[in-house]
């Protein structure tokens, strides 16, 4: 059973940074495509990143967070990771961790595992 949880979420200034971790444990983690979602209060969840199995060398960006969001993945770790700058009230939302048995994916209902969420929280 996959299990994925994620940190680093909190408050920060505008124009601060953050870095989002998700670990992920119960498969073999290089299987498996990754991606970061987000949920605003009254808004759906979208797609801020994604990032493909084994090396990553696939990458998508949300046009919203392309120059100020990197994704990366670390094997050796079994994590994921979300680094985020130039922060904009914008960006406040619950990030999720995503997690699909397949190369790669940018549609939100076929991402097969979650994670519980972690809030990020950006003020002036």
């Known amino acids: 059973q996959v299990q994925l949880e994620e940190s680093g979420g909190g408050p920060v200034q505008v124009g601060g940074s953050l870095r989002l971790s998700c670990i992920f444990s119960?498969?073999?983690?290089?299987?498996?495509?990754m991606a970061w979602f987000r949920q605003a209060p009254g808004k759906e969840r979208e797609l801020v990143a994604a990032?493909?199995?084994?090396?990553?060398?696939?990458?998508h960006y949300d046009d919203s967070v392309k120059g100020r969001f990197a994704i990366s993945r670390d094997n050796a770790k079994n994590t994921v990771s979300l680094h985020m700058s130039s922060l904009k009230p914008g960006d406040t939302a619950v990030y999720y961790c995503?997690?699909?048995?397949?190369?790669?994916?940018?549609?939100?209902?076929?991402?097969?595992?979650w994670g519980q969420g972690t809030q990020v929280t950006v003020s002036s």
């Open positions: 119960g498969r073999t983690f290089g299987t498996f495509a």
């Open positions: 990032i493909s199995w084994w090396n990553g060398n696939t990458i």
């Open positions: 995503a997690a699909v048995k397949a190369f790669y994916s940018t549609v939100d209902s076929e991402y097969e595992y």
